[in-house]
């Protein structure tokens, strides 16, 4: 079946510019993740969806960065007024698991190459 | 805090000899262990998961893994490498925030030679 898909594959963008990054989960996964891996670094908890709660946000580095999941599925990252440290390889998961499950694997996207120049 | 040390960013091999990727984890109780594996382009793919049910965990493509709670590690090994195992491999713990939170270690790059 069809796996997690994120849009676009790679982005150029310059500094001070916003940009949007998508993710379309596996359907009927109700959770959601958005990770970042910057180069020589490991992954990033930015953000993560469950259901109709209220999304945990902890992870957003700056008031800059938003997201939003429309009707439980599609989610879509914003980047506001881009810098550079913020060039990074976006990953978005979904997972089947709600709270209270720890174990449950994460299905990740391909992920958005974000350049900013 | 709970996080892992993943020891090694390289690790260089030859195809048909044994692979051993090396973790270290901080926990204050019983973690969720996981080792995922990104190849050049493509998502992360779970490779094998430690749940406390059973310490020695066997996963795809001839990969396993042993929890040892003495040594606080969760290496990844598999006995003959192949040229397709070249790829990052992540140890991933799971934090118990009332959903699935995971930590990623840096990664190891797995080089195999001919």
């Known amino acids: 079946g069809a796996g997690v898909s994120q849009s676009p594959s790679n982005k150029v963008t310059e500094k001070g510019k916003d940009v949007e990054l998508r993710c379309d989960p596996i359907?009927?996964?109700?959770?959601l993740y958005w990770y970042r891996q910057s180069l020589g670094q490991g992954l990033e908890f930015l953000i993560y969806f469950q259901g109709n709660s209220a999304p945990d946000k902890s992870g957003l580095p700056s008031d800059r960065f938003s997201a939003e999941r429309t009707g439980g599925s599609v989610s879509t990252l914003t980047i506001q007024r881009t810098q550079q440290e913020d060039s990074a390889v976006y990953l978005c998961?979904?997972?089947?698991?709600?709270?209270?499950?720890?174990?449950?694997?994460?299905?990740f996207g391909n992920g958005t190459r974000l350049t900013v120049t | 805090a709970q996080s892992v040390t993943q020891l090694d960013s390289h690790v260089s091999v030859s195809e048909g000899t044994p692979v051993l990727l090396r973790c270290n984890y901080s926990s204050s109780y019983s973690p969720s262990l996981f080792w995922y594996v990104q190849h050049p382009n493509k998502g992360l793919q779970l490779l094998l998961k430690?749940?406390?049910?059973?310490?020695l965990v066997k996963g795809i493509n001839g990969f396993e893994a042993e929890f040892k709670k003495s040594e606080t590690s969760f290496h990844l090994t598999k006995p003959s490498a192949h040229m397709s195992d070249a790829a990052e491999y992540f140890c991933?713990?799971?934090?118990?925030?009332?959903?699935?939170?995971?930590?990623f270690g840096t990664g190891t790059r797995l080089l195999v030679s001919p």
């Open positions: 991933v713990v799971s934090l118990n925030t009332g959903f699935q939170k995971l930590v």
């Open positions: 359907s009927g996964h109700t959770a």
């Open positions: 430690y749940t406390s049910a059973a310490t």
């Open positions: 998961a979904s997972s089947l698991a709600g709270r209270g499950s720890y174990n449950s694997p994460l299905h």
